[in-house]
């Protein structure tokens, strides 16, 4: 069964660092597109960074030069580097991933994570 394993969330104060990562388990056929959202309290969930197979990245403006977003396609594992973490940061953030689960599927399907909180204080 696929799942999404979150893990390296905490609580830091203004100018910490933490890593996220997230790992596909249940030996999907492929991964594409993964992904982190986050969603504060009373607020939308998110995309604060995103990468695809080959390795191209991005990131949201309100994180850019902050936060940084890789992955390992051997480990099935997105990483999610954060610097400089400001208290409007805090959210529960959430691992999304595009994957085609069995070589035979027609089509591939929306994975998330159960979420992992970061929270940051002044």
């Known amino acids: 069964q696929v799942q999404l394993v979150e893990s390296g969330g905490g609580s830091v104060q203004t100018g910490g660092s933490l890593r996220l990562s997230c790992t596909v388990t249940?030996?999907?056929?492929?991964?594409?597109?993964m992904a982190w959202y986050r969603q504060a309290e009373g607020k939308e969930r998110e995309l604060v960074a995103d990468?695809?197979?080959?390795?191209?990245?991005s990131v949201a403006e309100s994180v850019k030069g902050r936060f940084t977003v890789s992955r390992d396609n051997a480990k099935n594992t997105v990483y999610m580097q954060m610097d400089t973490l400001k208290p409007e940061d805090t959210a529960s953030y959430y691992c999304?991933?595009?994957?085609?689960?069995?070589?035979?599927?027609?089509?591939?399907?929306?994975?998330w994570g159960q979420g992992t909180q970061v929270t940051v204080s002044s």
């Open positions: 990468t695809t197979r080959s390795g191209r990245t």
């Open positions: 999304f991933a595009n994957i085609w689960v069995e070589a035979s599927d027609s089509r591939s399907y929306d994975y």
């Open positions: 249940g030996n999907p056929f492929s991964i594409n597109a």
